[in-house]
Every structure is written in C-alpha cells, then in structure tokens.
C-alpha cells in the first residue's frame, strides 16, 4: 500500500500563490504518475493536472496551463503542485493520487492511491 499526505493548503487573496506537497509513503517504489484533483463544494472532482513517473511529462487541465505547476522529487517522494495567480474558482479540496502506472493520465480511474485531500480557499 501507498500512503498520500498532502499539505500546503490555506486562505489566500486573488492573485495569490500556494505551493501544495504531497509526501508519499510505504510501498513507494509502487508508484509511478503522480496527479492532483480538485472538488470544489456541489461539484464533481476534476483533474488539475499530473507527472510522469520520470517527472519529464506532464498534463494540464485548460483552466489551469500557464498558472500552476507540477514537479516531483523522487528522492523524497514527494510531489508539488505550485499555483499562481490563484482566483477565487480555484477554491476547492485538492487531492493528491499516484498510479501504478508510469504515464499520465486524466482520469480519475488512472490512479490508485489517494490523499485524503487539502482545502484551499481563494478570496476576491
């Protein structure tokens, strides 16, 4: 088994930035593409963006491109989601999940193992 903690989350002004961590551990050579979700309150969770095992591949939701960023360190096991010019629709519980897989993937299906999810609020 992988166990996903994230951290990073809080309230932040419109224009803002976050950085998001998510530590993984356990069977951690299990895991290969690491993702971040996102559900805002009355709404499905979406994708917000991924990394492949390697960290060389990377996918973006639309809303998102050109704001947030996802790396990793594979020495530490962590992975990062860092978000810039947040705004107020941004505003959702995130979650990190890794997949046995090595490629990125979209769907939620894609990934086997899930945090437990961090709250980020945008205020205009």
């Known amino acids: 088994q992988v166990q996903l903690v994230e951290s990073g989350g809080g309230l932040v002004q419109a224009g803002g930035s976050l950085r998001l961590s998510c530590a993984a551990s356990?069977?951690?050579?299990?895991?290969?593409?690491m993702g971040w979700f996102r559900q805002a309150p009355g709404k499905e969770r979406r994708f917000v963006a991924a990394?492949?095992?390697?960290?060389?591949?990377?996918d973006y939701a639309e809303s998102v491109k050109g704001r947030f960023t996802i790396s990793r360190d594979n020495a530490k096991n962590t992975v990062y989601l860092q978000m810039n010019s947040l705004k107020p629709e941004d505003t959702a519980v995130y979650y990190c999940?890794?997949?046995?897989?090595?490629?990125?993937?979209?769907?939620?299906?894609?990934?086997?193992?899930w945090g437990q999810g961090t709250q980020v609020t945008v205020s205009s």
């Open positions: 999940a890794a997949s046995v897989l090595t490629a990125t993937g979209v769907a939620e299906t894609w990934y086997h193992y």
């Open positions: 356990g069977r951690t050579f299990m895991t290969g593409a």
């Open positions: 990394i492949s095992k390697s960290g060389i591949n990377t």
